[in-house]
C-alpha cells in the first residue's frame, strides 16, 4: 500500500476522523448543514415565503404560479406521449425461431437507424418474455407426457404442486 492510503485509516484500518470517507467527512459537514438550515427555518418563515410566492403569481410571474401550484395540488402527472409506430414489423412470436427472426429484425433495424435504442431495448425485452413463455410452455407439455407415461407404466409420481 502507498502511504497516503494508509495515513487516512486509523488503526482497525477504518477511515480516520476528517479523511473523505471516513467520521467527519463531507456527508457529515453536508448533514449538518442541512440540520442547521431546517432549525433556523421556522413555519412562520414557510408561511411568509409562501404568502410572497402567492403575490409574485397573482402579479403574472409564471414561476411562482409554478411554485405554488406544484406545492398545493402536486406536480402534474407527465402527459401521455403520442405513441408512433416503429419503422418495423415483427413476425408473430410463436415459437423460438420466430424470436431469432424478430431478433434479427430487431438488430438490423437498430442498425440501419429505423428504430432507437430504447425502442430496441424493449422490444428485446418482449421477445426475451416470449422465449421464456414458449419453453415454459414446452416443459409443461413434456412434464404432462412424462406423467402420462409413468402412470401408463404403473409407475407411482408425486403429485404436482400448484
Excluded: W, Y
Amino acid at each position: 500500500m502507498s502511504g497516503s492510503s494508509t495515513d487516512s485509516r486509523d488503526q482497525s484500518g477504518r477511515f480516520a476522523k476528517g479523511n473523505a470517507g471516513g467520521p467527519g467527512g463531507p456527508r457529515r459537514r453536508s448533514f449538518e448543514l442541512r440540520r442547521a438550515a431546517e432549525e433556523a427555518v421556522t413555519p412562520e418563515h414557510v408561511q411568509a415565503l409562501m404568502r410572497k410566492a402567492v403575490r409574485l403569481g397573482l402579479e403574472g410571474n409564471v414561476n411562482a404560479i409554478r411554485f405554488v401550484l406544484e406545492r398545493v395540488t402536486g406536480r402534474p402527472a407527465e402527459a401521455p406521449q403520442d405513441v408512433v409506430p416503429l419503422g418495423i414489423a415483427l413476425p408473430a412470436l410463436l415459437t423460438v425461431e420466430d424470436c431469432n427472426r424478430a431478433l434479427d429484425t430487431i438488430t438490423d433495424g437498430l442498425c440501419r437507424g429505423s428504430i432507437d435504442r430504447e425502442s430496441a431495448t424493449v422490444l428485446i425485452e418482449l421477445v426475451q418474455t416470449r422465449i421464456k413463455a414458449i419453453e415454459l410452455g414446452e416443459l409443461e407439455q413434456r412434464l404432462t407426457k412424462l406423467e402420462a407415461d409413468a402412470e401408463a407404466t404403473g409407475m407411482r409420481i408425486r403429485p404436482r404442486r400448484a
